[in-house]
Structure formats: C-alpha cells, structure tokens
C-alpha cells in the first residue's frame, strides 16, 4: 500500500487551512497514495474559544468533516483527519477527534484523543494545559484500510506505549500518529518515540506534522514521517508544507514478526 503523510502550518482561518489540505492531498494521490494522513489541529490552530465555536457533532457532520469526505471521494483515498475539535457533552470542552474516512465518503471510524496534554515547557517558555479546553477519550480504536488493520492515536498518546501495544493486540499493522509537536520537545523526543513504537510493536508508524510558527505563540517542530516495523525511516518531510510517500511492504513486515518474534514472548 502506497501511503502519504501531510505536513502542515495550520492557521486559524479554517477555509484557508482546509484549501491547502485540499491541494496537498490530491498531489499526495496524484502521485499514487491511497491512505493519506493529516496533522493534528488540521483545520484550525488558535483561540480556545474559537476552537469551541468550530466543534462539529460527528453524527450530522459541519464543514470540515463534509471537506474531508468530499475530499477523500475526489481523490479515491482513505484520508484520516489527525485531530480536529468534536462536540462532547462539555460545551466548554470538545474533544480532540481523529477522523477516518473511506474513498466513499463514508466516515469509518473515530478515536478521540486519550491523553492530553497538561505540560510546562522546560525552559519556561510555555505553559499547555489542553484539559482546560479538550474533553479526554477513553477507548482505543481500530479500523480497516483496504483490508489492513489500523490503530488511530494523536500526538501526546506517543509518551504511553500501553496504548499502542494494546493497538497491536487488536490486530493493527499501521499506527497513525498525527501530531502537532512543540519545537522543545520534538527536537529532542519525535524521532525516537516514534521508532520505539515502531520497534516494539513491529508496526509501520505514519505520522503527519504540524511545522512552523502558529497562532498564540505556538511553534511546532514537523518532521512528518514514515516508519517501519524495523524501525526505519522510509519517508521525512523536509521543513515547511508538504507530503511525504512511503510503500508499506506487508510481507517484509511478516519476516520481521517471524524473524523476530518478540510479541510472542509477551510474559506481562
């Protein structure tokens, strides 16, 4: 399977935002992806209190799940929206939902975010607090991609690798981790956070970007970028906006699970 990951700077003009996701996922197809994935906050990065206002009911769908599966019927691939604001029964507190959608249009699956982020930057430059604006999740989440299992997670989920060793258990060959990644800690975490996933579930790791300066004095580190389930780097987005495309080999993947048959031997 041919697949793509999104990198992004996300602004809070939400028509402009979703434009240019349009125009990135149709070169990512054009160019032969059939599983597309999109950041983090794809649609919108800024006020909290705007990021309320925009909050869709997933059920009846708003303008930026109608974009998506517009998009993913005119461009024939499973596109997963990596994090976008979905109504919760907290007014105040939408969830922080990673969308799949089918080439149909059809949406297949949700998975709203678990872990949120509540952290002080090290060197003081930033305070997050996303409970104070973001409901949490709770259940883990797999769908099918043209017939391969898949285990949706977002950005912060990256720190708890019970999430994704129970992801594995339910069958996932893929990992989707879209993020929007704060420069201190991506510089430092992204790369091997994502290859130790990669490694210890012997999973392919697809994980699309948020890159630049942002609204509120926010800057993401990007990298957005294709893993195996060796652990190697397939595909990475340079700076700046952009995609990325990596053939996932699934047989070479069975010879790393066979070679190395490390979640048969499981003892906890």
């Known amino acids: 399977m041919k697949v793509a990951v999104i990198q992004q700077n996300s602004q809070e003009n939400v028509q402009a935002n979703l434009t240019r996701v349009k125009e990135l996922v149709l070169a990512a197809a054009a160019d032969g992806a059939k599983f597309v994935g999109l950041p983090e906050n794809f649609a919108f990065m800024g006020d909290e209190a705007d990021k309320r206002r925009i909050a869709e009911d997933l059920n009846h769908g708003g303008p930026i799940l109608r974009a998506l599966r517009d998009l993913a019927k005119e461009s024939g691939a499973f596109l997963f929206g990596g994090g976008m604001p979905e109504k919760s029964g907290d007014e105040a507190r939408p969830f922080n ?24 930057m090290p060197d003081g430059s930033h305070a997050y607090r996303e409970s104070r604006a973001t409901s949490a999740g709770g259940d883990p989440c797999v769908a099918e991609v043209h017939g391969t299992k898949v285990g949706l997670t977002v ?15 339910l069958g996932a060959r893929i990992v989707t981790v879209p993020a929007a990644f704060t420069l201190m800690t991506g510089k430092d975490h992204w790369h091997t956070l994502l290859r130790a996933r990669a490694i210890e579930n012997q999973v392919f790791v697809m994980a699309p970007a948020q890159h ?45 699970r066979e070679s190395l048959p490390c979640l048969s031997h499981r003892r906890l």
């Open 97 to 120: 939902t990673s969308v799949l959608v089918a080439p149909t249009g059809e949406l297949v699956a949700r998975y709203r975010k678990i872990h949120l982020f509540d952290v002080d």
């Open 155 to 169: 950005c912060y989920d990256l720190r708890f690798p019970e999430l994704y060793r129970r992801l594995t258990e």
């Open 212 to 256: 630049g300066k942002h609204p509120g004095n926010r800057q993401t580190y990007g990298k957005a970028l294709i893993i195996d389930a060796w652990g190697d780097v397939l595909a990475q987005c340079p700076d700046g906006e952009g995609y990325a495309t990596a053939r996932l080999d699934f047989a070479a993947q069975d010879r790393v």
